[in-house]
């Protein structure tokens, strides 16, 4: 019988607990622990809940395509007597604009992922001209557009379900603020002055995993960095829009009636954990601009509304970080996904649960993502990250 406690409850969290409970060959005790049961500063309640496979690792590209499956198949995995998700998957693909500057990593890439099976058409200029008229491919070299398996859907419907579904096989979710290990590490020391005894203990804590790392005396690389998304209405139908990637690293994607935005920050504009609060000056002066001139029909938009989350960013690589750190085998690390955990989290849950009931990887292979390479000083660079 072992123990095994969760220090947080976001969407990895969840997944965790829920393909742990699920796992024949576990037998023992869950408890997840969240600070923040109403998930105001979560990143899964903050995603812009999109897939892609157009990644530039082999674990990213093979995590997204188990996690695509996962998602479509939902409704069956994650029913709870009649309650049955539905997470309004959308396959409208993703569109990398690439520049001249950017085809050899495109070609370097788009071969890791044709050779993954994802299904990933390069277009010329002229092709995406046709295909999407109302595109500007002024600075675009070649397009990069995924015809299956990517597009977006209901993230933290997928969030919610997990976290039923785990409390049905008998998860524990504890409303507590976690602050320190156990001697021995042998549990985990709430706020309140009680304890949790564990045998495993998993880090979920997203963009505050660094914080739970440190109380055994690891170093990991991730911190909370904000990212804003802006939400506005376009008077003209745009047929088929993807999710569409600009060279600057501007991103839009239609939600519903509206469209939804986000750019990265310059690098000297990242601090750590800045308050969750969107600047609208950051639309009209650096995003309105690009928008206008990619796509001509957003040069008359209103600006409807906004919001930020963080990313738990792993300064090292932009990977996640999947497993123990060596030498501390009781404590299992997963974060530091970058933006791309919500569309990972299915893939992810069911590895931890794997290094749990088995001591390793048996289906998916994500010994990349171990912390082995943090300690090493070895970078698995993932190039795709928006």
Known sequence: MQR?????????????????????????????????????????ALSASSIRVQFSTP????????????IQNAADILAVGDDRPALGLREPGYLYAIPESGLDVLHANHAEQTKAGANVALLSPQALQAKFPWLSTHGIAIGALGLTGEGWFNGPGLHAALRAKGRSLGVTCVTAHACGLLPGVTGVRLDDGSDLPADIIVNAAGGWAAEVAAWSGIDLPIRPRRRMVF?????????????????????VRPEGN????????????????????????????????????????FESIRLTGGWAGYYDMNLF???????????????????????HGMQHAPGIG?????????????????SPL????????EQLLERCVI
């Open 4 to 44: 095994v406690v969760i220090i947080g409850g976001g969407v990895i969290g969840s997944s965790v607990a829920y393909h742990l409970a699920a796992n024949p060959d576990f037998t023992g005790d869950i408890t997840v622990i969240e600070r923040d049961p109403a998930f105001t500063r979560a990143s899964s």
């Open 59 to 70: 674990a990213n590209i093979a995590l997204s395509q188990f996690g695509l499956g996962f």
């Open 231 to 251: 939400t506005f209405a376009c008077r003209e139908t745009l047929p088929d829009f993807p999710l569409l990637i600009d060279p600057t690293g501007l991103w």
């Open 258 to 297: 509206l469209y939804l935005c986000g750019i990265p920050p310059d690098p000297d504009e990242d601090p750590d954990e800045p308050p969750l609060e969107i600047d609208e000056a950051i639309f009209h002066d650096r995003v309105w601009p690009i928008l206008a001139e990619r796509v001509p029909a």
């Open 317 to 339: 690589d932009h990977n996640g970080v999947v497993g123990a750190y060596p030498g501390e085998p009781r404590v299992i690390h997963a974060a530091g996904f970058s933006g």
């Open 350 to 366: 069911r590895g931890v649960a794997e290094l749990i009931t088995q001591g390793r990887f048996t289906s998916l292979d994500l």
């Open 370 to 377: 171990s912390t082995a390479r943090l300690a090493r000083g």
